[in-house]
């Protein structure tokens, strides 16, 4: 008879099976376990930056950079287009007002003048020879009259002898009538006469006034074509240094074309670039910082620029003291601009931190020193060395300022000497 085989309850297999889901099982849980609680990671202190929160006076400012200048630039443009003749000061030369740099020449221009200046003498000479023509008229026109009162003078004495002559009979009436018609004739033509030289004079008057008017705007003309050739010979305008001045011998020049610029240098001024985020908070009267050579410096915003070129604008800042001795043209200076005015605020020191957290948290240190963790925070203003700090943090904490980078998804710091 048969004898029944007894089956094995825990075979390799089923064992092998149970192992590997109790494994899934603890693997599982202990995932679940490690995402509910905080993670933690050992620091050594030496690796990080450890700063301690304080209260004191807070200004919000941001660093930009500036470039020294001269407090006055005058460009030199050339007044009228030319040939380049002679070079009379080079680059750099330190100038007085109205020594000459360049001399151009222009023949069209000069020409014109040689034209301009006949045309004068020919206006003139005109002038002249119609003066000459008003006067001898008048000459004659006075000699007219003069005879015209002498013939009426013996009319008048020959018409009052014949009216006598006549009363007693002595004379014929045709001799008394002839005599009286002439005397009435030599007045009227005194009126005449003194009519027509009135009028003469009022013409010549005007006449003269007319070629002395025309004379006046040639001569004026003149003038200006002369001032026109006199540009040609370029002149400083005022003292200061001669800079970038581009001007070869033989080099033709066109009217209007830059030629260089006098530099004032009794002072000097500061071009800063300033990134278009800050423009409606910059406006002329604020005040900068700068060190420079062992003492601090202030400047002044003078002029804002508001045209935008590459993300930035340009403001105009002037020393409110004596600027340094050592400074020069082309320096480039760090300033720091205000842009409020000086509070009492709890500050944290700026670092690496802000890159990862935004400042919307930070790492607090216990008490004790050991441990750091997470504490929300929010921050306010900046300036170049500290943050404000709104809420999350009081004077006298310990935070963690150097970067986050590897910090991201751990909840607490353990801090190791």
Known sequence: MDIPIEKKRFTPKRIAMIIGGALLIGFIVFVL??????????VEKERISINTVKKDIFQENIPVNGVVMP????????????????????????MKKGEPILRLSNTDLELSLVNQETQVYNLLTQMQRTQNASRENTINKLNQLTEVKSSLREAERRYRLNKKLFDKGAVAEQEYLETKNNYSYQKDRLALTERVLQQDSISSKQENVQARESYEKTRKALELMRKKVEDLVVRAPVDGQLTSLDAEIGQSKSKGERLGQIDVISGYKVRVDVDEHYISRIYAGQQGSFNFDGKKYTLEIKKVYTQVANGRFQVDMTFLEEAPEKIRRGQ????????????????????????????????KLSEDGSIAYKTDIQLGSQNTEYYEVLSGLEPGDQVITSSYSNYEDIQELVLKD
Request: glycine share 12%; hydrophobic share 40%; proline share 2%.
């Open 71 to 94: 407090i006055t630039t005058i460009y030199l443009d050339a007044l009228e287009g030319g040939r380049v003749e002679e070079k009379l000061a080079e680059d750099g030369a330190m």
């Open 332 to 363: 480039t200076l760090q300033i720091r601009v205000a842009l409020s005015q000086e509070k009492e605020a709890v500050l944290i020191p700026k670092g690496g931190f802000f890159q990862e957290t935004g400042g919307n948290w930070i790492f």
């Open 33 to 42: 376990l490690s995402s509910s609680g905080s993670t933690k990671l050992n």
